[in-house]
């Protein structure tokens, strides 16, 4: 029996998900050189980036920010904790809580990091400009698909 080829709509390369996938992974790559000198793996980056905006964060706040369950979230503070970029602290009032809190090592490594995004943008060979709407485009994106279905 001849096989039928397979219909366009279903090859890897037309799949939304797959350019995703593929893009967020080479991104996520070009960071990885950025981040060594400062000590930090990519997930750690962003939870520093968090807490540089705002420190004194729940894990269970920072887990909300970042998209993660405190499953994840729990091994990556212990080891920048064990790096002495961060502090965790269980709440007086609900030790149920634990305040994840920069260190003075951790609030420096801002400034060594603050070249990222445009080292970033070059790696890329992309101007900032395009770099925050494709940024704001995937942002609309995900708003959108987050959204309750609505009702008709």
Do not use: N
Request: aromatic share 4%; with cysteine; net charge neutral.
């Amino acid at each position: 029996m001849k096989r039928q080829p397979t219909p366009d709509h279903l090859l890897l390369d037309q799949q939304l998900c797959f350019a995703l996938y593929a893009a967020s992974r080479s991104v996520t790559g070009l960071y990885r050189p950025l981040l060594e000198p400062l000590g930090l793996t990519y997930p750690q980056y962003l939870v520093m980036l968090v807490l540089w905006e705002q420190d004194g964060l729940t894990v269970r706040e920072l887990g909300q920010r970042l998209q993660l369950d405190s499953g994840t979230l729990t091994p990556l503070l212990k080891r920048l904790q064990t790096a002495g970029l961060v502090s965790r602290q269980r709440r007086k009032e609900d030790e149920r809580e634990v305040d994840i809190r920069l260190t003075d090592a951790g609030l420096a490594l801002r400034d060594k990091a603050s070249g990222i995004p445009e080292c970033l943008a070059q790696c890329m060979q992309l101007s900032l400009d395009q770099m925050q709407t494709l940024r704001d485009e995937l942002k609309r994106l995900t708003r959108q698909i987050q959204l309750p279905p609505s009702e008709d």
